[in-house]
């Protein structure tokens, strides 16, 4: 019995061992993948989120620049996506006047406008390489701005309405978050682009 034990004991001490000496070695790339998010954040205009949104996906990053521009427009797309169906749900809510819900339909018809365009701007992304790197740059920068435009519009109509306290505020911070998630995949994409020439 006792020999049973020491050998757990060596085995356990072996792999807690093996383990930290693995976490040991992946540790100082996971540190780079983070620093590179958190430097590339910095030149946004709002850092923080730009920096809490990414970081999850450090690992598939790495210090990539056009993989950490795609993740963000990817990132940008969900937030989009979710809000413009959380909206459109609100939209049909009872209670709503008639002005209220008017501006909660523009509103989703803006973000999915902004939802093609941030499409459209991955899938050029995918597409992008060394030979036809500023076209698709340029048309990936008119695209996404496009998008903020449309985010920026329903933001705009929306502020004119006198919805109830509780609609208007998730609905007005859920749009301000995609429209700086856009502006942050924008900052970035500007930077890629300059990053070229």
């Known amino acids: 019995m006792e020999a049973f034990s020491s050998k757990m004991l060596l085995i356990i001490f072996a792999f807690s061992f093996i383990t930290h000496f693995i976490q040991a070695i ?14 590339s954040c910095s030149s946004t205009t709002y850092p923080r989120l730009c920096y809490t949104s990414l970081v999850k996906h450090a690992d ?33 809510s009872q209670g709503l006047k008639p002005r209220e819900a008017a501006a909660m339909k523009d509103c989703v018809e803006e973000l999915s406008d902004s939802v093609d365009e941030l499409r459209r701007s991955i899938g050029e992304m995918s597409r992008l390489r060394t030979s036809n790197f500023e076209l698709t740059m340029s048309d990936v920068q008119t695209w ?54």
Not at 60 to 82: D, E, G, M, P, Y
């Open 26 to 39: 992946e540790r100082p790339y996971q540190q780079a993948n983070t620093l590179f998010i958190k430097n």
């Open 60 to 92: 598939s990053i790495q210090t990539n620049h056009v993989l950490l521009t795609c993740t963000a427009l990817n990132v940008t797309l969900a937030s989009a996506k979710s809000t413009s169906a959380m909206i459109s749900t609100l939209s049909k």
């Open 144 to 197: 996404v701005s496009a998008a903020l435009t449309d985010e920026s519009t329903c933001t705009d109509g929306f502020q004119e309405v006198n919805a109830p306290g509780n609609v208007q505020t998730t609905v007005r911070g859920k749009i301000v978050q995609v429209a700086q998630l856009t502006s942050n995949a924008l900052a970035l994409i500007n930077k890629l682009a300059t990053s070229h020439e």
